[in-house]
């Protein structure tokens, strides 16, 4: 019996969970204040993932940049393959929340989108 201590990232409550496994299949979940925090440690200790956000360049706007985001989580692994696709990447005004900016990112099957609007 193994047992993993982390802590929820889905609300800044922050709990702390513990989680054991058994022959690395997960027995059970401790700490949780809501069901979300279950589903959290279940992927996290089989298959973690995560929501990238960050920015690209604007191109023919007033602003100069439009933060953007996965419009899924992608596999914790992928993370910097996915920025890395961003380099160069840009956006051309109008642009408008859930515009996809780049579809496919690194190859994982999820687009990123705008996740605001810009003139
Ligand atoms: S278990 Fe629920 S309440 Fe606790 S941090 Fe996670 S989402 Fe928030």
Redesign the pocket.
Known sequence: METRELT????????Q?TVTLENGAVAKVA????????A?ARTEVTAPVRTVTTTVPLTGGTAATVSVKTAAPVPKGKVFAVLDALKGVTAAAPVHIGDVVLPNAAGTGVDIVATCERQ
């Open positions: 929820c990232i889905n609300c800044p409550m922050g709990c969970l700490g949780q204040t809501c069901p979300r925090g279950e959290y």
